[in-house]
T-cell receptor, first 114, second 116 residues
Framework: KQEVTQIPAALSVPEGENLVLNCSFTDSAIYNLQWFRQDPGKGLTSLLLIQSSQREQTSGRLNASLDKSSGRSTLYIAASQPGDSATYLCAVGDRGSTLGRLYFGRGTQLTVWP | GAGVSQSPRYKVAKRGQDVALRCDPISGHVSLFWYQQALGQGPEFLTYFQNEAQLDKSGLPSDRFFAERPEGSVSTLKIQRTQQEDSAVYLC??????????????FGDGTRLSIL
């Protein structure tokens, strides 16, 4: 069974810092990897989707990389802002499972203070 | 609306009662997923529909859980004889048909279920 781990579990930084969130997965046979943001009491917002054939994706201040062979992904947040405070979840679509089914990590809770 | 809509947003029930949770996916989205998120955890897969067909229900924790999507749009997750361990946030997600892992899933805000 696919296992997804996220490090660190929580992170508190001052505004303006560049951040790296880490995600690892146990089975490299994946369709894709997605990074989500979850605000308290809310659902998940898709930030970036990397297909298995891709190495990275970028959106604004966010950049996600994928190293499928080593089972790792990183989410890089540039010039962090208080509005970035949320829980960030990593999820993989596993080739051994129903197409579209996602396996999630427990998330990294990010706090950016002014 | 443009997003996935779930109702009710909050549901409190006594142990042993039956509950029904509703999901309205984004119009035109063929794929629909239900996930269960316990406090402090990531979402866990429950079941998957492609149109009206339930193609994977391997994540349903017991036969007290039942899901349907009779016309290929709105879906209902039903939990019979609720127990305290059913307390969680239930999330619904939809996407266009995923032919190669290139379709992101769009999530609703969830239903927070509390069993007393």
């Amino acid at each position: 069974k696919q296992e997804v781990t996220q490090i660190p579990a929580a992170l508190s930084v001052p505004e303006g810092e560049n951040l790296v969130l880490n995600c690892s997965f146990t089975d490299s046979a994946i369709y894709n990897l997605q990074w989500f943001r979850q605000d308290p009491g809310k659902g998940l917002t898709s930030l970036l989707l990397i297909q298995s054939s891709q190495r990275e994706q970028t959106s604004g201040r966010l950049n996600a990389s994928l190293d499928k062979s080593s089972g790792r992904s990183t989410l890089y947040i540039a010039a962090s802002q208080p509005g970035d405070s949320a829980t960030y979840l990593c999820a993989v679509g596993d080739r051994g499972s129903t197409l579209g089914r996602l396996y999630f990590g427990r998330g990294t809770q990010l706090t950016v203070w002014p | 609306g443009a997003g996935v809509s779930q109702s009710p947003r909050y549901k409190v029930a006594k142990r042993g009662q039956d509950v029904a949770l509703r999901c309205d996916p984004i119009s035109g989205h063929v794929s629909l997923f239900w996930y269960q998120q316990a406090l402090g955890q990531g979402p866990e897969f429950l079941t998957y529909f492609q149109n009206e067909a339930q193609l994977d229900k391997s994540g349903l924790p017991s036969d007290r859980f039942f899901a349907e999507r009779p016309e290929g749009s709105v879906s209902t997750l039903k939990i019979q004889r609720t127990q305290q361990e059913d307390s969680a946030v239930y999330l619904c997600a939809s996407s266009l048909l995923n032919t190669g892992g290139n379709q992101p899933q769009h999530f609703g805000d969830g239903t927070r279920l509390s069993i007393l």
